[in-house]
């Protein structure tokens, strides 16, 4: 692998804790667009929401992936829900989409021990009806931004590692 692997679906999906499985499985490295935006910020998503509003952190966004491109190769890249949409998303590397449905994401998230935190860091996860409102629109949009299609719904963490790595050719380590 020397492109990057892209993972991109709506919050909450698993795509952090799928990137994590991939790398101990591929031995390749993974990273963050959240925790790479924290970082440069130094303080929490949900804080450059509260303090400076939504556009501010789309233009972070923006300014992480035009590293991306520039910085990294042969990494698994687990991204924001929202981050999907710079432009140059595609010359970063191959797009992979985790696919399920609004309930099941949910359900995921509720069924987490630290669920309460899980949702108050997701500032667009406060009102559910909004919530449901996005992941409609965004679902379209994510099928048409991909290369790779994985449906992840009420499936274990080893099968979505083994078919990603089937699907994007990439070895065991
Ligand atoms: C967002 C998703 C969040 C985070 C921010 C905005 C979005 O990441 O980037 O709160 O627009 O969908 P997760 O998908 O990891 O929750």
Known sequence: MSKNLILIGFMGVGKGTIARALSKKSGIFAIDTDDLIESLENRKIKNIFKEEGEEYFRELEKK???WLEKNVTD???STGGGFFKVKNLHKI?????LK???EAILKRIKKHPNAKKKLKKRPLLKDLKKAKKLFDTRSVQY???ADIIID???????KIVKEIMEKA???KK
């Open 75 to 77: 990494t698994i890249i």
């Open 64 to 66: 992480t992936a035009k």
């Open 152 to 158: 992840v719904e009420d499936k274990e963490i080893d």
């Open 93 to 97: 590397g191959k797009v992979v989409y």
């Open 100 to 102: 399920s449905s609004f």
């Open 169 to 171: 050719k990439m070895e």
């Open 143 to 145: 099928e048409k931004c």
